[in-house]
């Protein structure tokens, strides 16, 4: 999977969807997965891609479905 035209957040979302992550951005999205909304924010200060990422990937209807188009992706 070819992944270096990919703009950062979107980046960070398929490395994060897919497994490539280490241990520490594993435990990361973790973390943002399960934060409520302040410290999201508190997050987003130090890890603005991953979490800028995350709100397009919960928050915007098709936003991954067009990310894994853009990879040939299909599930």
Do not use: C, S
């Not at 703009?7 to 409520?36: C, M, N, R, S």
């Not at 928050?59 to 479905?65: E, I, L, N, V, Y």
């Amino acid at each position: 999977m070819k992944l270096d035209h990919l703009p950062p957040e979107e980046l960070a979302v398929v490395k994060w969807q897919f497994g490539i992550y280490g241990h520490f951005f594993t435990a990361l999205w973790k973390a943002i997965e399960f934060a409520d909304e302040g410290n999201l924010m508190l997050l987003a200060r130090a890890f603005p891609t991953e979490v800028n990422g995350y709100l397009q990937y919960t928050r915007q209807k098709g936003w991954w479905t067009r990310v894994k188009a853009t990879l040939d992706i299909q599930e």
